[in-house]
């Protein structure tokens, strides 16, 4: 069962048998709201250009209701390999208990090799609000009101 104080909130992680010898997600810096994840591929996945593959992370969580988990993508690895999450972000559930896997794409030039332990992903935990909807006739008026893209100028 997770835990929340008023800045943190205590998760808890299974390692999977292939998560062996891998770290936990963590944070590479004070003010980073992404935890980094781990490739937890048995043997060296190369993957072509367009190509893409479901990564595991060797890891499932159990967040409380009302938490969700995001998969985002790496920036430096979309920089430098073009090599980004083909569903992003991937959602994890609040009641989801298996494996984290990772979509991966190359949208590079060239053939991208995933190794055990590379940093594919990063993991953001964000507090969701449950939503029901009330049919009504009118909505209130606001300044922007219809416009839609591009409305706000360049």
Same mark, same amino acid.
């Given at each position: 069962?997770?835990?929340?104080?008023?800045?943190?909130?205590?998760?808890?992680? +299974?390692?999977?048998?292939?998560?062996?010898?891998?770290?936990?997600? #963590?944070?590479?810096?004070?003010?980073?709201?992404?935890?980094?994840?781990?490739?937890? $591929?048995?043997?060296?996945?190369?993957?072509?250009?367009?190509?893409?593959?479901?990564?595991?992370?060797?890891?499932?969580?159990?967040?409380?209701?009302?938490?969700?988990?995001?998969?985002?993508?790496?920036?430096?690895?979309?920089?430098?390999?073009?090599?980004?999450?083909?569903?992003?972000?991937?959602?994890?559930?609040?009641?989801?208990?298996?494996?984290?896997? $990772?979509? +991966?794409?190359?949208?590079?030039?060239?053939?991208?090799?995933?190794?055990?332990? #590379?940093?594919?992903?990063?993991?953001?935990?964000?507090?969701?609000?449950?939503?029901?909807?009330?049919?009504?006739?009118?909505?209130?008026?606001?300044?922007?009101?219809?416009?839609?893209?591009?409305?706000?100028?360049?």
């Amino acid at each position: 069962m997770a835990k929340i104080t008023s800045d943190r909130i205590e998760i808890s992680v +299974m390692r999977l048998p292939r998560h062996e010898g891998l770290d936990l997600p #963590m944070y590479r810096s004070e003010g980073s709201s992404g935890m980094d994840l781990q490739a937890a $591929v048995t043997e060296d996945i190369s993957l072509l250009p367009e190509e893409r593959a479901l990564i595991p992370t060797g890891i499932a969580i159990s967040l409380p209701p009302g938490f969700e988990a995001q998969v985002r993508p790496r920036s430096g690895l979309a920089i430098e390999y073009g090599v980004g999450l083909i569903n992003s972000p991937g959602t994890i559930d609040s009641d989801y208990r298996g494996e984290i896997q $990772v979509v +991966m794409i190359n949208w590079g030039q060239e053939p991208f090799t995933i190794r055990r332990g #590379m940093r594919i992903a990063q993991l953001v935990v964000c507090q969701y609000a449950m939503v029901r909807f009330k049919v009504v006739e009118e909505l209130d008026v606001t300044i922007r009101n219809k416009g839609g893209f591009g409305h706000s100028g360049v």
